[in-house]
């Protein structure tokens, strides 16, 4: 999985590069807790624009990152989500949970 990131204030973007699914979750979880434990951040935007598909692994890795930050006072805003994948969150009813914004200055904006 390839994963990059940057910062705007006190905000983490990290951009997804490939799908997200059983044999890679462990690497984005992982990504974001650095990040957390290194950078002393706990608001995060995950830009899903290259991604594709999320398997039920992704989904289960991104409520749990959720649930992480909103632990120590964090948040974290989904941001170019594809048709496919805003279809999945609608089934799931995963969109009650998520911010879902269309691109990253909007996100950006919802922060306070």
Do not use: P
Not at 43 to 58: A, Q, Y
Not at 71 to 90: A, H, P, R, S
Not at 107 to 112: E, G, K, Q, T, Y
């Amino acid at each position: 999985m390839v994963l990059t990131s940057s910062k705007n204030g006190n905000v983490v973007i990290v951009d997804v590069h490939d799908d997200i699914n059983f044999e890679n979750t462990r690497e984005l979880k992982t990504y974001v807790q650095q990040m957390i434990d290194q950078e002393h951040s706990v608001n995060f935007i995950i830009n899903l624009k290259l991604v594709n598909f999320i398997d039920s692994s992704g989904l289960g890795t991104l409520v749990s990152l959720l649930a992480l930050l909103k632990k120590i006072n964090g948040q974290m805003k989904l941001v170019g989500i594809n048709e496919t994948i805003d279809e999945l969150f609608k089934l799931t009813r995963l969109n009650d949970f998520f911010e879902i914004y269309s691109n990253n200055q909007d996100a950006l904006d919802s922060f306070s």
